[in-house]
């Protein structure tokens, strides 16, 4: 009878090992999953403030130097860390009013990305230009390949505009 009850309890101790085995993939994939939900949602709140943060700190001064431009994107590298900063394409650009209700640009620039022409026609919201006025938009696109690529190869791709109005003068002179 004890010979019994020992091999009844070996045999569920091996039962209780292939449960876990079986259950373990799964649980995995929920926690990693998990993990990688995060940071997509953390980086796409970053994303968001890098946007408004790069028009913002442009929008405050009365005229923007190479160096002002240098300096401001190079610090918002900060908002994205610790994830890497070469993904993120960001344009900063001066839009005016065009005197037809839109928007043309006066200057461009930025960073791991292409330029606005200057001159071209921009769409903005209605209404946010006035007339003789202008607008700062910042845009980015930040890419977000996750840190287990040989896992998740797919990269989800964040975009963001943020429009805002210069506070000292009605049009940011860009300066070299």
Do not use: C
């Amino acid at each position: 009878m004890l010979k019994l009850l020992r091999r009844i309890g070996h045999e569920q101790g091996g039962l209780a090992a292939v449960e876990f085995a079986l259950i373990l993939p799964a649980m995995l994939v929920l926690v990693f999953g998990a993990i990688e939900v995060t940071n997509v949602l953390i980086v796409k709140s970053d994303t968001t403030k890098l946007t408004s943060t790069a028009a913002d700190l442009i929008a405050q001064e009365s005229t923007v130097s190479n160096a002002d431009m240098t300096n401001v994107l190079n610090s918002l590298n900060a908002l994205i860390y610790p994830y890497p900063s070469v993904p993120a394409k960001i344009v900063i650009t001066s839009v005016i009013d065009d005197g037809k209700g839109g928007g043309k640009v006066a200057w461009s620039d930025t960073k791991n990305g292409t330029a606005r022409t200057v001159g071209s026609t921009v769409t903005v919201p209605t209404g946010l230009i006035t007339s003789g006025g202008s607008v700062i938009m910042s845009e980015v696109t930040y890419t977000y390949t996750s840190p287990a690529a040989y896992m998740v190869k797919i990269p989800v791709t964040m975009t963001n505009v943020f429009y805002s109005h210069p506070r000292r003068v009605a049009q940011i002179a860009r300066t070299p």
